[in-house]
C-alpha cells in the first residue's frame, strides 16, 4: 500500500466519523414564541419589571427610560445587544465557518437579524480582549463544547436592552449561552451577568424549532434615522416621575412592588408576600391572544 | 506501515462502537446506575418568563402565547375557578403539562432503580418517571399520567477516557420523558384547556453556570390535536439547592 493511498483511507475513515462530543447546531430554526410572548412580540408592559434581579440602580435607571429613547439617531439600534437573540421574536439561522486547511470548526455563527448584530462563537480558543478594548454592538463571544452542548461567553458588548421596556445591561454584562439540541428542537439557555445593575444572574431558556424555512435576516442590520427628537435632547423621566410605573396594577392587578423587581420576585416564596394584595381583574384587556394570533 | 495503520483503525473502530456505558459482557446496569446526569436533590423554579401567567391567576381571556384552536377558545372562554373548586377540580392547573410551569421546588428520588420520582410542593403532585419495560399498567387517565424515560447520551459518551466526575454536567446526557394517559387539564391557572388526548414530550438537561449554580433546564412540548393548532414548546429553569430549604407543600387551588 503507498504512503498516498493510506492517507487517502485515513482521511476518508476520519471524514466518516462523527466529531467527538459536537452536534450540528447548523440550519435554520424558527422561534416559537409560547413564552413571553408579548415581551418577545409586540414589547413587553411599560413598567413590568417582575422577576428582573436588578439592584436600585438598575431599577432607578429602568423608571428613567423614555421609550422614545429610540427615536434618537444615536440610539435607535445600539440599544439592541447580542440579549436581543434571547428576547426578541426572530429565528435563528447559524452555521459553522471551517478552516479550509485542517478542516476545523474555527467558529458558528448566527446571522445578524435587523436591530442584532452577527454572533461569532469563536471556537479557535482564542482570548476574549482585554477589558479595556473597545466595546461593540457585536461584543465578542467564545465557545466551548462540553460534550453535546455548546457553550457561548459574550463579553464586550455596548449597553443594552435586559428587557425591552426600559431594563437596561451596562457594558460590563457577560452573557453565556447554552445550545442544547434534541432532534428538531434547539433549547437556548442564557443568562447575563451584570455586576452594575443585577444583584444576580438573570435567566432565560427559549426553544427554537428546525425548518426549512430559510431564517435569512429581514434586512441589513439596523439603520439610523432622523425621527425628529430635537438634537441634545435624550427623552427620559426625572426620578418619580414615571407615569406608567402602574401600569402593570392597573391592567392585570399585579401589585406595584412586584412589578418593581427585584431577585425575590422570582422566587416561589414571594408569591406569599404579595396573596392578599393581588386581585384577579375580572377580564383581560388587551393583548389577549387567541385563537387568530399568538 | 500500512498494516500498522490498519490496526489503529481497527482499534479506534472498536471503541467508537462501545455503548456508551457499562461495557459488554456483564449484566446490564439499571437505569439509575447508568445515569449520565444526577437530577435527584432540590430545585427551585426561577420565575423570570411569563412571570404573570405563572406567579399569579391572570385575567380570564388572557391567551397571549398559545396556539389555542378555535374550540379551545370556547373552552377557556367558560372558565369559572370557583365552579372548579366547588366540583374538587383544582387540580387541573397542577397536571403534568403544567406543573414544571408553577413557581414551586422540585425533589428528585429513586423510587427504585427503574423509576425516578418527582415530587412537587406545589400543589403536592408527584410524577413517576419509568425506564424500560417497568411502566405501571394502565388504568384510568390520571393528572400525571403514564411517563416513560430514557437517558440520552450521545457524542460524548463513545470511545475515549471515561466520564470526569467533575466535568460540567451539560452535555454528558439527558433524560427524555413521554407522557400520555393524560386526565384533561389547564395549560394554564385561567382555563386554558388540554384534552385527554395531550401528549407530552420533556427533555431535562443540566447546566453549570460560570458562578456556580447548577441549572435545570426542561424542554417542554405538548401536542394536542383537540385544542392546540400546533405543539406547545415552552422550557422552565430550576436551580439547585443544597438542601430543602423553602419546600413547603401546599394543596392545589384553583383561585391562587
Known sequence: MTRNSIRLTLALFCAGLPALAQVDLSGSWQSKNHEDALERGAGPNPGDFTGIPFNESGRAFA?????????????????????????????????????????????????????????????????????????????????????????????????????????????????????????????????IVDPIYLTEPYYISRTFVNTTNLMNSGGPPCIPGDEGVPEGTVPHYLPGKNPLVDEMTKVYGIPQEAAMGGAETAYPAYRDKIKDKFKTPAKCQKNCGGPAGL | MGYRIFALIAVALSLVAQPPRGGRGGPPQSPQAMAPIDLTGYWVSIVDEDWRFRMVVPPAGDYMGVPMTAESKKVADTWDPAKDEAAGEQCKAFGAPAILRQPEHLHFTWQDDHTLRLDTDAGTQTRVFHFGDSKEPAGPPSLQGDSVAAWEVKGGGRGGPPPDPNAPPQGKGSLKVTTTHL????????????????????????????????????????????????????????????????????????KW
Request: hydrophobic share 35%; proline share 5%; glycine share 6%.
Open chain 1, 63 to 191: 423608571l428613567m427610560n423614555s421609550q422614545s429613547q429610540l427615536s434618537m439617531p444615536e440610539r435607535i439600534c445600539a440599544f439592541y445587544s447580542q440579549w436581543h437573540l434571547m428576547v426578541g421574536t426572530f429565528g435563528v439561522k447559524m452555521w459553522n465557518e471551517v478552516d479550509p486547511v485542517t478542516g476545523k470548526t474555527i467558529a458558528w455563527v448566527i446571522a445578524p437579524w435587523e436591530d442584532r448584530a452577527e454572533m461569532k462563537i469563536w471556537m479557535d480558543g482564542r482570548p476574549h480582549p482585554s477589558k479595556n478594548a473597545p466595546h461593540s454592538q457585536e461584543g465578542f463571544t467564545t465557545g466551548v463544547w462540553d460534550g453535546d452542548v455548546l457553550t457561548a461567553t459574550t463579553t464586550h458588548m455596548l449597553t443594552g436592552y435586559l428587557r425591552r421596556n426600559g431594563v437596561m445591561t451596562s457594558d460590563q454584562a457577560t452573557m453565556v449561552t447554552h445550545f442544547i439540541r434534541h432532534g428538531d428542537l434547539l433549547t437556548l439557555a442564557s443568562e
Open chain 2, 183 to 254: 386526565k384533561a387539564g389547564y395549560l394554564r391557572k385561567n382555563g386554558v384547556p388540554y384534552s385527554e388526548n395531550a401528549q407530552l414530550t420533556e427533555y431535562y438537561d443540566m447546566i453549570k453556570e460560570h458562578n456556580g449554580d447548577l441549572m435545570l433546564v426542561v424542554t417542554i412540548v405538548t401536542t394536542d390535536p383537540k385544542y392546540l393548532r400546533e405543539p406547545f414548546i415552552i422550557t422552565s429553569h430550576f436551580k439547585k439547592q443544597a438542601d430543602n430549604a423553602g419546600w413547603n407543600p401546599t394543596p392545589c387551588s384553583a
